[in-house]
């Protein structure tokens, strides 16, 4: 019986799931002792190895998240916004740590993860990886340092696949911008453009996405100003950066005080 400390993956036949099985079979602090994916789907009842076409890894696909939560001190989910509901309310059941990469979620549904974050851990991140939350905190301080004179525009490009705009990364961007500037991004934010849509206003902060290909995430932020022009810029070329921060969240978060967390926390930014 190894100590180590038990994950479960939902999603697990997901872009992001099958990334985390890789990064957990090669750790050595954790190991994987369950796989969710939704009914229906024809990796229900498979050895999730089998399923992935490789090896045996004597753990079975299930869609009972609940079983497959109790045996887990963390769960790992990228997974989709309802879904990521009814597992936080699962896995705070389970008093297992709930690692949430899920984007696309509203504020209304955000406000639903309190109830289940008064009894477990939630660390939750529209992007796990360490140059991101960087990048989070250089945007903070180059909005703080410039004034309304430099327009602020966040740029994003995602793969076909993606299924909300803008990114998570681009709205932690967005609001690391208006931080910096000392407003709130609800009454700065400018999505969308498209027609006549008058000048730009002073002091907007803009989004635009991209969605092509196999692009795995790349993320700009312009400050354009009178005469020059700043870039600040992030390109994910592997998704295991973002697995292997989800990984050191669960594991970050062993043994922390129930409530709601985020990478900043986890990476001491
Ligand atoms: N925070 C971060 O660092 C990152 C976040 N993401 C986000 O993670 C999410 C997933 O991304 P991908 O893996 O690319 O998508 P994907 O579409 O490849 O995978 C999602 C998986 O979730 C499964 N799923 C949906 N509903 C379910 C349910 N009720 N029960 C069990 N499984 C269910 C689907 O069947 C699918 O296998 C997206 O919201 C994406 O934006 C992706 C990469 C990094
Ligand atoms: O859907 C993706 O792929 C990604 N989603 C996250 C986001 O919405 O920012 C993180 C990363 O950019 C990849």
Redesign the pocket.
């Known amino acids: 019986m190894s100590h180590l400390p038990g994950i479960a993956v939902?999603?697990?036949?997901?872009?992001?799931?099958q990334?985390l099985v890789r990064i957990i079979g090669e750790s050595y602090k954790c190991r994987l002792v369950g796989a969710?994916?939704?009914?229906g789907?024809d990796w229900v009842g498979a050895d999730l190895g089998s399923a992935m076409g490789a090896a045996s890894l004597g753990v079975t696909v299930t869609?009972d998240?609940l079983e497959a939560f109790s045996q887990a001190q963390a769960v790992i989910d990228?997974?989709?916004?309802?879904?990521t509901l009814?597992?936080a309310g699962m896995a705070a059941q389970a008093r297992a740590v709930h690692v949430?990469?899920?984007?696309?979620m509203t504020d209304e549904q955000i406000a639903r993860l309190e109830p289940a974050a008064r009894h477990a851990v939630i660390i939750r991140?529209?992007?796990?990886?360490l140059g991101?939350n960087l990048l989070v905190q250089l945007t903070k301080k180059v909005a703080a340092a410039l004034d309304e004179d430099f327009d602020v525009e966040v740029i994003e490009a995602h793969?076909h696949?993606?299924?909300?705009a803008p990114?998570?990364?681009a709205l932690m961007l967005g609001e690391a911008a208006a931080e910096g500037r000392g407003v709130a991004l609800a009454d700065v934010s400018d999505r969308g453009r498209d027609g006549i849509t008058g000048a730009r206003k002073r002091g907007d902060i803009g989004f635009s996405a991209i969605r092509g290909g196999d692009i795995v995430?790349e993320h700009d932020v312009l400050f354009a100003g009178p005469g020059e022009r700043i870039v600040l810029r992030h390109l994910a070329t592997d998704?295991a950066i973002?697995a292997r921060?989800?990984l050191k969240a669960a594991l970050w978060g062993q043994g922390k005080a129930p409530g709601q967390y985020d990478m900043m926390d986890v990476l001491g930014l």
């Open positions: 939902t999603g697990v036949s997901g872009r992001m799931g990334m969710v994916e939704r009914s789907h869609d998240p990228f997974t989709a916004p309802e879904a009814e597992f949430i990469g899920t984007t696309g991140a529209g992007n796990m990886s991101v793969h696949h993606k299924v909300d990114s998570g990364t995430g998704r973002f921060g989800a």
